[in-house]
């Protein structure tokens, strides 16, 4: 596609459920990356794949969190028993083997009630 | 670990005023560096970035020097207008390349006045 899609562009979830986001990213960018941002902080890491496979998971911050991407193209992050600190924007970029920075997607916004 | 310190916001400005955010970081090895901007109800978009010691890197008037010798990347504009109105990041990326996990700052908030 143009650009780096996610969806849903809101979502809202009780304390405990189970949550799925996805990214669509931009057609032939064989890098993705996972980040999430709190109000007033700059994006934290979270996962980047190269392919189909995760090539760095440290950032995700506990096995409540899990990503695939098992074709290479769209990649989901999955959310296990969500929790209220959970609530922030997530984003997902991509980006062409070594050419210029990420472009991102608009991000989505997860409030965990 | 590597990190970015960017000056705190909010700044106002006047319109066709100057502006400066100061950017630091601190990096093992060689990190490529950059700004992103985020406007209001947008995603992140890339303004600029340099690789390597001395690029300069320059988009839409904006400009930012990587200074080594001072762990710098001060983001500068000559004459601001309304529609820079927006947040700005300063990011580094570890291990030098494009693939790889960004480490940012806060932000920096920035609202110009007409």
């Known amino acids: 596609g143009a650009g780096v899609s996610q969806t849903p562009s809101n979502k809202v979830t009780e304390k405990g459920k189970y949550v799925e986001l996805r990214c669509d990213p931009i057609?032939?960018?064989?890098?993705l990356y996972w980040y999430r941002q709190s109000l007033g902080q700059g994006p934290e890491f979270l996962i980047y794949?190269?392919?189909?496979?995760?090539?760095?998971d440290s950032g995700l911050p506990n096995d409540r969190f899990f990503a695939v991407r098992p074709e290479g193209s769209v990649s989901t992050l999955k959310i296990q028993r969500t929790e209220r600190g959970d609530s922030a924007v997530y984003l997902c970029?991509?980006?062409?083997?070594?050419?210029?920075?990420?472009?991102f997607g608009s991000g989505t916004r997860l409030t965990v009630v | 670990g590597d990190s970015v310190t960017q000056m705190e916001g909010p700044v106002t400005l006047s319109e066709e005023a100057f502006l400066t955010i100061n950017c630091t970081y601190t990096?093992?090895?060689?990190?490529?560096l950059f700004w992103y901007v985020q406007y209001p109800g947008e995603g992140l978009q890339l303004l600029l970035k340099?690789?390597?010691a001395d690029d300069k890197g320059s988009n839409k008037g904006f400009e930012a020097t990587y200074r080594k010798e001072t762990t710098s990347f001060h983001l500068e504009k000559g004459s601001v207008q309304v529609s820079d109105s927006a947040v700005y990041f300063c990011?580094?990326?570890?291990?030098?390349?494009?693939?790889?996990?960004?480490?940012w700052g806060l932000g920096t908030s920035l609202a110009v006045n007409p």
């Open positions: 057609s032939g960018h064989t890098a």
């Open positions: 794949f190269q392919g189909t496979g995760a090539a760095d």
């Open positions: 990011a580094l990326s570890d291990r030098g390349g494009n693939n790889r996990k960004l480490i």
């Open positions: 340099a690789t390597k």
């Open positions: 970029a991509s980006s062409l083997t070594g050419v210029g920075g990420y472009t």
């Open positions: 990096a093992t090895g060689y990190p490529s």
